[in-house]
Every structure is written in structure tokens, then in C-alpha cells.
């Protein structure tokens, strides 16, 4: 009778599972994607500071580091919520991108930044409300209002280029290690302005050598 009834409860609990992640599935996918988006916009930016310091440009370098920090902790958050519903994280796709000279790989960055603030995430986290998945539509914000700092980062970055300096990049960059926001120490809040992080927990980049 006690195997009887230990067998039922889970049929039970695998039914209800199985239940819930149909009801997430959408969300799921969505996360999966954005997974992928966020790994292939971190080892961009990788990519890209080396292009930087190649320059000259080192503190470009340094946004370009820090940025991709950034998205690495957008993909492990995003990674994370897709186990939450029932997905899996393996094998993921890191997409083609080119490779070219800074003034180029800003102007890249700068509209991947815009598709994924404009139409990536905006429908993601319209899909997650609706199929009441409030974490994945946590983690779906979290990394739009990144995407957002960035693509604010990168425009001055780009005019300071065109000016033929990089007067208006910061050397020094705080990433919080929660939600991936990234401040530089003109903007940095005592708690992070999105998840409310402590800013002492905040990861530092080029502390020792900052201008
Ligand atoms: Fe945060």
C-alpha cells in the first residue's frame, strides 16, 4: 500500500512539473535565446578590448572589459532562470560577429545594444508576465536596463573617438555582480539602482591604474 501510494505522489509531482514548464515553455525558449545573445555579446566585447588596446585606445579597452563582465552575469542569470523552468543550458550557440577596427566594432556594439533593448527584451518580458514567470522576466529586465547603460557608454565612446580622444570614457568601471549593471564613479550609487545591490559588493576594473 505505502509503495502504492509513494508511486502516486510521484506520477504526482512529475505531472505538476511537467505542467508548470508547458506553461513556461515560451519563456523558456526566450531565455534560451537570450542565453546565447548575451555569451556571444561577452566574448565580443572581449574581442573587442583587445582591438582597443591594439589601438591605443586603452581606455576604451577598459568599457569594453567591463561591458563584457556585464553580459557574462546577464548569461549566468539568464542561465539560472532557464533551469528554473525546466530548460537546459547545454550547448549554446554563440552567433557570427566581425571583428574590425574600433571606431567599427563601437558602431557594431552600438546597434546590438539598440535591437536588444528595442526588440529583444521588450517582447520577452511581455511573454514572461503573461505566462506568469516573474523570475524570468526579472532576469529578461535586469539585462535590458544593462543594455541600456551601454549603449550610453558606447555613444559617448563614440563621440570622444570622433573628437579624436577618449576624454569622455571612464578608465574605472563597477559592475554589480548581481544583476550586471554597469557604473563608472561619476554615476555609482550606494545600492545598485536596478536589483539594489551593496555597492561594496560591486566588481571593480582597473582599480590600481585608474586616471
Ligand atoms: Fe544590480
Known sequence: MNRIIIYLSIVLVLSLNACVSSLTKKTAENLKSALNTELTASEKYTKFAQVAMSEGFDTLSQLFIAASKSEKIHAANHERMLHK???NSDNPEIAAYQVKTSKENLD???KSELFDMQSLYPGFIKTAEIETAPDGATAFTWAWSGDKRHLNFYRKATASLAAGN????????YVCPKCGNLYNPDDIKTLCEVCLEKQENFIGFAKEESK
Open 108 to 110: 557594431a556594439a552600438i
Open 85 to 87: 523552468y525546466g530548460g
Open 166 to 173: 577618449e576624454n569622455g570614457i571612464s578608465y574605472l568601471w
